[in-house]
Structure formats: C-alpha cells, structure tokens
C-alpha cells in the first residue's frame, strides 16, 4: 500500500454510522500524533515513507478535494495546501516532489491540526444534506485514512530507527513474550476451481474485484507465521551468504546492501543479534514472535531453505475466508504495537492481524478489472506492476479495516512495513 | 531472457541426430558475426547487453563447463576463460563484473574463434561415447546457444544504434513494405478450466511446466499485432504525455528518461518520426509492420489507450496449442531480420515468430515447479521476480526453438529485444 | 568555512572581557532561533547544510569537548552527544553521517537548550580558575560559534527556500532599495612585494599566516560590487547559455543544473526574473543592491563577460588593510539581514561586510604554514584542495568577526552564502 | 592535460623543418598503436580516457579543422568525423558525449589509417604554399599531437588493467631494477623575487606565460623523486588508514575508493603488495624505481607522513630553468616505458622525465594571462578550476616536448597518468 486510498464502488452506511465512524477514524488519527513533536511528525527518513504531518494533512485534503471542494460555501482552508498534500493523483495537478515532504516545516503541526478541524468541521455539516454519492466518498475516505493510519506507525517507526538515541514512540504496556510458540503444523487448503475476490457485499477496493474463478492445485499452509527464532536458525546456517537461496534480484539486493538481518534487528555488543528495535525502543528479540520487517526477498529465501514457499494470494484467500477479519492483533489504541506468538489452537493462526503475509502472488488486475473513473481512481490499478501482494493486515491495522478479500502491495525489496511469512507447500 | 539457459529434464536424441544438431546450431554463430569486426565484437553498450565476442564464447564454456570438463583427458583451452565466460552461475565460482566485459579486447575473436574449435572439437569426440545424461547436457547446450543467437541479433543491433554513422550490420534482402495491413479481428479464446505448461514430451525449459490447469475467463484475442500504423496514432494522440494511461512505474519511466517513441524510432529533419533503425540501418517506418522495440510499460498503456489490455500468458498459450510454431517469420540464415506485416487470412496471425509478445502475466513459477539440481539449474528460477512473460518467439528467433509453452521475460522497462505486442480484451 | 571552527594560536583576553565577550556570543545563537520552531530547527536541506538545532548543539559540544570534558567534576550532559554533535574532526572518534543530521528530530530544541545551559554555567564556573590555554580555547571556541552563527543565518534560508510557501524568518525592518547604486569606479591597487597574512597580533585562524611576502602585479579594483541590475544585463546578454563565457566545470555545472540565474532569484508569471527569496520571504530585486548567493563559476563567467577577472586575495589584502574591518554592513541583530547598495563616497566601498567575494585564489596554505596539534587543529588545513577564497565577511557575518587577513573558502560550486563578486583587472 | 591542446602563439620553423618535424610526430603516433588490435584501439576503459583510435582520428580531425578545411580544393574525408573526433571545443560544434566514444566499433582503425594518409597528404601539399599563420597551427598541432602521443601509452595502459588477463602491451626491453636507490638530499633551492613564465621565445602554450614575478620563501628540494621502498614503508606504517594525515577530500575518496595502494600496484596470493601492472604486463615492484600513478591526495599525505610538503611551481621552475629538458628518461620510440631509478650524481636528478610531479599549486592563470582567441583558444584558460599543476613530463613524454614552464594539470583524485612526487620543505 504506497501510502494512499484504493478505492471502489461500495454501499453505504446510514448517515449516523458514517458520522460516529468519521469522528472515531479522524480522532484515531490524532491520537496517534500525541506523543510526538512538531519535529518529529515533519521528518522524512526516505523517500518511501512520509512525514505524520504530511499524513494528517493528505488524509484531510482527501475529504477536502473529493468532498467539499465543489459545495457552494465551502471555502479552501488554504489554497496552497493542494499542492503540498496531494498525493500522487495526477489528474489533480502539480505536487511537491516526494521526496521533499520532509522540507516542510511549515505549516506546523498545530496549522494542521486546525487544518483537520476546519475541514472535519465542514464535512461534519455536510453530512446533514449529503447526496448518496458523495457519502461513499466519506467512507471511502475513512478507509483511505486507516491505511495512512498504518503508516503513520511504520513510517515513524523508520524515523525513529535512524536516530542513534533509539527513542521510544511509546512505552511498551505488553511484558516480553519470554515462552516458546506452539509447532507449526501443515493444514491441508482448498483445491480444485475456486472463487475468490471481492463479491460486491460491504466495502472494498477495486482491485479486490470481480470475483472469479481461479483453480488452485493440492497444497498445505503452515498453521502459523514464521517466528524470530526459526529466522536465527536460517541466519546460524548461513542463509544471508548462500547465494542458492536467493532470487537474483534479491541476492544483488543482498550484497549492495549488505543485508544479514531483518530490518530492525540490533547486534550487541559481543556480535550476536540481540536487540530489535520497535516503537517502545529496543528490546529483546523474542524467538516466539512472529518475525517482522522483511522483504519478500528474504521471506522467498528462507521458505526455499526450508524445503517450502510462499502461498499464492488464492490460496491465502481461500483458507482465510472461514476465518473472522477481526479477529486477531490489530492496533486498537495508540501504543507500540508489535505482533504476539501464536496460540496453541487448531487451526490455522495469525492469519488476520499480527503481520501482513507475503504471498508468491504479483499485484496484478483481476480478470475483469475496471478502475474507478476520475481522480478518485488513480488508487490501485496503476501500481500494477514489479509488486507482490501480502495478505491479512498486522498489528499496526486498524481492526475492521482488512477482509479476507483484501490486497495489500510492496516491491519485493521494501521491509519497513509490519512484515511477516507464512510457509506453504504443495501437496 | 537473460542471456542464459532454462534447462530442464528432456528426452534424448539419437546421437547421430544430436550431432547433426550441434554442428547446424554452432555454424549459425559463426555466421552471425560473420560481418563483425574484432572492434564489433568486444564492445558493449549497456550492461544488459553483452559483447558478440562474449556470447560466442560464453555458449562454448557452456560446453566445456557441463560436458567436458569433467571427462578425463580433456584440457581446457585456458584456464582463465571460466572467470571470463561465466555468465551468473553462482556455483561455478567467481565471474568478471557484467559491466565490464566490454573491456575484455583480449583474448580477441580469433581467440575465440580457436576457443569454439577445440571444444566443437572434443565434443564431437565425447559423442562416440556419450553417457546419456551427458547427451541431454549438450542437447541443453543447444537450446542454449540458440537463446544467445537471438541476443547476437539484438545486442549488436543496439551497439550500433549508439553509433552516430548508424551501420548496418546486413544489406537488407527485403524490400520495404509498403502496403496495408489487414484489419484487426477479435478471435474468441477459449474458457473455463484449461491446461497449460509443458507435458514433458521433447525439449522444454524446467519453468515451462509441470502442465496444470487455470481457469480462464471468457475474452477475446486480437487477430495480428499492432502496426506501426497504428502506434503513430497513438503518439499523435498524446500517447506518451497522458499520465492517465500509463503504469505509475511505466510513467516515471517515460518522464526519467523523455520517452517518446519506440526504442529505435528516429526523426527525420522536420521533427516528424520518420525512420527506424535495424540490422540494415535506418529505413522508412512502414505502417503495416508490427511496432517492435517497446517495454511493457509502452504497450500496457497502448492497450489501455485502445480499450482493451494484454493477454494473459494462459489466454496466449492455450491458442497458440494448436498452431505449428515453426510457422512463421524466424531468423533462418544471418541477415538482417525484421518482422513482417500480418498476412490476410482467417484465424490468428503472427502467434510465432515476427515479435515477441508482452503478455499481462509476471513470470512466476508454476504450482509445483522445481528447479533442476546443480548449477545447471540456475537458469530461470532465480529470475522470478519483477519480470514479465513474453510469448512466441521473434524474427530473431532461431527456427524450431520456440513452442507453445515456452516462457521468455525480461523487466517492464526492457525493450531492446524484437518485442511487440497483441491486444485482448473481456468478452 | 564548511561549518566549523578553525583555530589557532592568539593572545589572551583578560578573563571579564572574555566572559562577557562568551556571554555575549551564546545569546545571540539563542536570538537567531528564536522565531524558529523545534521542526524548523531539525530539518536539513542539503548535506551541505546543517539544522539550526545542529548549529546549537554543536558549538556547545565544543567547549564542552575542548574545555570542560577533562574538567575534574564535569559531567557530561549526555554521553551520546558527542556522537551527534561532533562535526568532523577525525580525532575525537565516530560521528553521524552528515547528510542524516536532518534526522534526529531528538533530542528536541528544548533539549539543546537545556544542553546549552548546563555547559554555560559550567564554562561560567571554569572561568574562575581558569589555565590560559584553556581561555585560548575558549576565546577560539567564540570565534567558531560566530562562524556557525552565519551559517544558521544561511541554512534557514536555504530550508525555507525550499518551502512552496516561501516563508519569513523575520519581517523585513528596511524598505526596499529603489535608488540607483553609484558608478562603479577602478581605483589602482598596490603593487610589487607586498606583505599579506596575519602578524599574530590578536586573534586569527591558523590558516591566515604565517604573514609573508608575494608579488603583485599592476592592478585595478573596482570601488564596489556588482550589482543586481548589472547580473540582469549579463543574463539578457544570454550569459547562461555562452560557453564561451564558462570554466570547463562551470559549464558543465550549468547545463547539468539548468541554472539560469542567482540560486534565490525567482521567475514572475510573466517569466520575467522579479523577486528574490531573502530571511524576509520573496521580494521585489532591487538594481541597486549587490547580486548575492552566485557561485565562483558565475561570478568567473560574468567577470569575463565584463572584459575583466577576479581579484586575487594578496590584491584584495593588501587593499583592505587601510580600512576598519568593523565599518560595514554586518549582522548586528537577530533580523533578516540583507546587503545594502553602495554608498557614494571615494574610494573603496563594501569592502568589509555586505557580501563574502570570490577571489580567484585557491585556498592553499601559505609559505610556512602550521597545522594546530591536536583534534583542535582539525580546521582548516584539511580542506585546501579544490576551494576558492572568499574575502571580507557579509551582512551575516557577527560585526567584528573578520579582518583583513580572514580567509573563508568554498568549492566553486556553492553558492547558498552571502556571497557576491568585485571586479578587478590587469594595469 | 584534459586531453587536448593547450595553444600560444609561438615562432615559427622553416618549412623544411616542419615538414621533417611532422612527419616524425605523425609517424610515432602510428608506431604506438602498432601492436594494437581494433577491439584494443576501440574500447574506453572509463569517461577520463579515451580510445586510441579516438586519439589518432582526433589529432588528425586538428589538422583538418584548423589547417585544411578553409582551403580551396579540400574535401573532407568524411563529413561526419567532425562530429565524432572533436573533444571540447565548444565553438566547434556539437560531438558525441565523451563517455560514448568506446562505442564507436565503426570507422575501423584502418579507416582512421586512411583518414590520418588522406590527412598527412593535404597538410604535405599545403606546406608548399603556406600562410605564416598557418604553419604555426600545424607546429600547434605537432605540439597537441604529442600530447596525445602520452595519453595513449596511459589510456592503454589503463584499459589493459581491467583485463584480468593483465596482457602486455610490448615485452619489456629493460630488465628490472634490482639496486637500491641513492639517498635522497635535500637541496636548497632559489629565493627573493624570482621570475617564472615563458618569456616567449620558442613554442610554448598560452597558460605557461606571461613571464612574471613572484616572491619566493627559503625552501629545500629534494634530489630526487620519492622510491616505491618509501611508499611501502608509508603503507606498513598505515599511511592509507591514518586520518590525520589526509586532506578531508582525499580521506573520503580512499574510503569511498578503498584505495589502499597506487593504482597499479597488485596483492601477491599472500597478502603482500607483490607486483604492479605496467605496459609490460605484471611485474614485481622495485623498490629503487620512483613511485608513479599516485593522485594528489596521496602525493599530499606521504608528504605530510614524511614531515615535508609538495612543491610549489615556482620551486620547482626556478630550480628547473638551470638544467636541460631534453635530458632525462622519456618516450623515445614505442616501447613498455617506464621510469628509471634515479642516478648518483650531484644536484637534482630526475627533474625532466621519469614521472610528472605533483605541485602544491592550483592550475590558475598567471598574472596578464589572455586566452587566444578563437577555437583553437579553448585549450587550457576553461581548465582553471579545481586541478594542480603538475611538471617535468614522463617516461611517456616524447622527448623535446616539455620544459621548465611547462604547466600540466589534473585532478586531485587522478591517477592513471605517469605521475610521482618530490618532496620540498621550508628552510
């Protein structure tokens, strides 16, 4: 998800829902920016990530140039802000280089919290005589700001990470997960001519649609997600130096970059990888958690170490659409977030929340696909190429925001995400 | 492809007729650079393509690395050539930088030319006593070979296409063609739940199977590849400056590298793109030739500006089941090849040979793939991802190397290759 | 000055003056930010700028590393801060990468300040019993704190710079200059041996002596600098795009940049060059005032354009040791500073302040020239290759920081200080 | 020497003795490229080189540019050289981007053969009736050709060095120096106000004049050339690792670069700096030999590990004005050249030949300098940024091309030329 709204037809909520759900996503938005510093929420730490300014101001120009932007009355908040927070949508015009979000100092913090205000104020009263359409695009908007929402947390956590003081976003309110997680075990999947995607029913992005018939081949799924100590394991046996295991493209990522951990981890000071670095600071890394922030790179090289592979997008959708999408480690307050061990239960789990999934699936159109016309659907068909999708939404999720159904999408090399694996094999 | 072979199990030939093939399949490489110079032959104009001189004698160490080194007896013709002339098989060791070997003048092409006689040499002795898995190895050696033959074309062709004096390698044999081409026609694909990938019988690379079904979706193939024609129709329609119709990868691709026309499209005087160069320099851009020389990026925006999109590689490949591959415009002798205009007639036209085709699909692996063991098998596995499958073979192509199911790839932004493209759409 | 102190031996204040003279330094650092928020205080615009905050945090690490840190009963504010805030001497161990200084959005500004007063009050008590070479160190560290004070004046501009929204450090207190400037006179320089270089009387960066002899040749200087309105003929003469105008390097730097103008000067609607972004924010380009923030390229092309060349230092020296080096326009308060039109009067004006001018010299050590022992003496030595002399201090420089002997260097291609040009040529 | 002609007006010879003088320069060209392949004259081994056949059409392309082409009755041997073999003579017209000329496979050397003998017969006839001025163009060109004479041994000698085959460009004619060095005295050296510059009598380029004056301090110079015993004692002693001892440029180059030796020196299978690469191939390295292919920043930190300095021009001039400049080890015919130790005799020794010496000067005009005008005046004036002056010629020098005002200049980071130091120090 390259920070900004995927968007598609949907049905809409009555007028009072959509309210109480506009107030408690654009205040969760809010919460999220409550421990930092102007400073901190205007840093730019790569090009890929943004500045949580810059995201609370996208997330409110979103409602202001789909929304209000062509009421009678309605009067821009400032007629420079287009530019500076429009994403990536071409057909609305000239925008700041990405890469310079982070030079913007000003407006401060506060100007874009009576940014947000202005507008939250305007779409508040709008709601009173709302045309139909322009109410799914409220709730298209709120969808949009729970995927910036996630990437307020990754991308601070980026932030944060660069800086040799280790700083904590929050003080962690979970204990180390100090006990061993449950064996992973192979669950059979669904064969045979399948349907997956999105049927029509509740929100979802065009992308998760139409649905339609895929044959997928006998195949298992590992019951849970990999954990950080089976990832030492690959790292004790050489797997960042065996050039075997690796795409070529990943193992040139490999050598350029020096790569011999996942993103986050810390040497001590003896060598061995001791620490990871989170939103509460540094911490122990706990063999049972799942293991995070990895490409799909490492993740394809270390299912081929361990005699398996990654499962395809149908085949994760398949065995997931059993399963309750929110049900499992989502972020529901604002606080440092990280995925939890798997819980000895049958089944398959940790297959909502915890960590998205990296699938063998590129990010490709579904056979039918439309976009969205207009502005509004410069969402996801255009990032239809060199990405893989992952599935099932992480800690940093807002719960409700994932389906079974639902595409997320990264470049092969890209970790700063709340990254895991699941193993599959055929059968 | 990159330049390399995709092995995979296959049967074997009667050794009378293996040795038949091995001469033909060497003989057409010294053809190709039969009007080369020393000077023509070493150098390299990007790092994706490679010196003539280095394919020539990269196809032979394929020989001695796989067949003869191993044989006792056999000396090597130099004993520093494996570092020289491996392309990326990591397990064969420590390998010249890619970028660099247009810097190798020595050892010079008649060295290489004595290098391909010593070992055409002791191959033909092994012959007489051939174990068979050394017999499937040499078989492999071919299809090999003839994959860079397509590289000698395409490499060369962009080494002088940096040349300001524009050379031909060939005088063309063909006159240009003038005429029409046929109308388009949508041909109806066929549905449902259908096989794909190899079977097994005779030669195949391993990621061109195991055959599995996939369920395709009613849709509809377009009769012939676009034209020339029909692309300036698309440049004059703003084509390359409306952001709405590209990739956003393919975009930031147009604007980084000022794009605007086919790879070797060249203005005349009066800015109009008047001419194209090739392997007989530059000639009048005929309408009713395929347009060729385009990335992904280019034809997935062609396709969406003509309302339609590219075929799946399981659309392409289950119509091209019932067509003769070795039926049409191929690469037969060392000339200046090109694609030729489609033919008037029913039915699809052009599915092999005149151009590759871009299809829709990422080159991933099929369900239960398995890379063949050894470093014979770094062929096409490690390649999977980032890329996508073309299908058909090209003008370019030797005679009786393409099949059905057969996988090439390369990157979106890749367009040095005899690529084109064919339209499909939903039905 | 690339953004730090460069030392050497001098005579000693007598310690109240010093301390008043410490006192007096370290406010006006605190005045330069006081408009600045903790944001404004952190980003970075380029590597070769650094964050206001940096500035702060990093002349303080100076005394604290130079003349508290071995200090029986002195603490370290913070043990990592050295890691920070150490700029580049090599000697005092590892640092942060430069160009990711923009990245520590902690310690906040808050911090700094409170890591500013711990040392103040630690340097106050030192002062009571303190060895004269460590009053020597703090006289130096004085000096190097009024260097970093012209940078923060030159980094904020060039951050807000960068801003769409071209912000104001500070209202203009001047009205715009609207008068014509006084023609510019030639006025004969000395010549044959002459004595430049400082004599060790009072304080001097090492880099300025020892004083020595050189010959100069029969010149002439011109009575002022150049001025805005005679840049402007030199860009509608087509000055930019004359090759024959350029340094080798300089062409290739305006072509590979697609400079065109002055790095603030900025296009009206109209196309036409209009305003300049100043500390006050975008103003009208006043004829009168000196052209300012051109880099030694430019200046060398437009001396050329003027049939004349740049003034050595030994001539610009040996001009300017007749006149007071405190009488001009310097940086008095904490205000957006801007240089001033010359004033009609004999002789040689703007001599001092105003504007750093290129000289033609390369900065390289003079006969005899000494190193300082130690991490102290890291300053100015290490950087004589590839940089050019600049003379005279600017409207930014602290009044009293420079004199005639002052040597301040840049590459050829910087341009974001207070810089302008004087004529000279040949008698 | 960027590669090209650095003009003055100069004095003309006979008739007759140009004649004989071109025909000797324009021979020897010929005799350098004798054991070169087309491949080997073809390739460009990096942007600072350029191909040998790009050399000899280039110097050819002078004489038919400056000389012939406004001559009644020439035909240019092919329209479009001129684009392809001009350097950087801005005011000559468009050319191919340095960094491409590798890729010209097309013209072959033998047509640059028959390019440089349908030149040399022009030039022939012209010298029958021939204008003064023109006459001195061709001595220009004589002198430019010679210049280009020593780039080929060094460009060469730099592509060979990519080749991991390490060929040989000729079989050495001299066997090794095993002896040891005479010790190295100091001389002391000139003072007072000294005179410098070509006074004008003979050729010489413009930047070597005017004649002028300059002040110079006691100094020493040493008797000879720093040995390659000496540079392993500054490597064993850590001179490569050791900070303090560096430019600030030139430490980040070594880092960036890893350099941790001369650029042709080569690791022994144990470890030890066994052997260095040179026009004959590998050889070992003898410790009495100077050491050469050093960059400025290396040649400035020995000198400061060694307690001494580099030279300045004037030094060096005014001690070299006294001796002969034809008398020392330079390119007699075309062989595996490479410097001599240096002998035991009184004085300085190895002043002309052997290897250029790094000054401490900038390359920057002398006082009064005035380029020529026209085409043939972008010569040497456009170069006065960023590089150092260096003196003396080379091993691969023709002899009788330099003399004591003779001003080369590099970058500090340029190595690949025959280059070496000589220590100086305050008296």
Known sequence: MDGTARLAPERQSPISALRARFHSVRAFSLALAGNLSDADASAQSMPDASPVKWHLAHTTWFFEAFVLRNRSRYHLFDTRFPFLFNSYYEAEGARIARASRGLLTRPSLDEIYSYRAHVDEA???????????????????????????ELIFTDILHLFAQNPLAPAVWRSTR????????????MEGRQGPIEIGHDGAGFAFDCEGPRHRQW????????????NGEWRAFIDDGGYGNA????????????QNAIEAPLYWRRADGGEW???????????????????????????????????????????????????????????????????????RPGLTQMFGDLW???????????????????????NGKFMSGQFVLRGGSCATPR????????????????WQFIGLRLAKDN
Chains 1, 2, 3, 4 share one sequence.
């Open 244 to 255: 075997g295991l690796w795409l070529s493209d990943g193992w040139a990522w490999v050598r």
């Open 216 to 227: 997928v081949q006998p195949h298992m799924l590992a019951s849970r997600l990999v954990t």
């Open 274 to 344: 001791a620490h990871q670095f989170g939103l509460s600071g540094l911490t122990t890394i706990a063999s049972a958690e799942p293991v995070r922030q990895i490409s799909y790179y490492e993740a394809d090289a270390f299912a081929r170490w361990a005699g398996a592979r990654l499962p395809t997008e149908a085949e994760w959708e398949s065995a997931a659409e059993a399963l309750d999408p929110s049900d499992g480690t989502f972020a529901d307050v604002a606080e440092a977030v990280r995925p939890r061990p798997a819980r000895s």
């Open 123 to 149: 779409v508040e009263q709008a709601l009173d005589d709302l045309p139909s359409e322009a109410a799914a695009v409220i709730e298209l908007g709120c969808h949009h700001e729970q995927q910036h929402q």
């Open 175 to 186: 204990a180390a997960d100090a006990g061993a997680s449950p064996p992973m075990r192979w």
């Open 357 to 379: 999934e990296w699938t063998g699936s590129a990010f490709l159109p579904y056979p039918g696909f439309r976009a969205a016309p207009g502005a509004v659907g410069e969402y």
């Open 400 to 415: 409700g925001h994932v389906r079974a159904s639902y595409r997320n999408f990264f470049y092969p090399h890209q970790r």
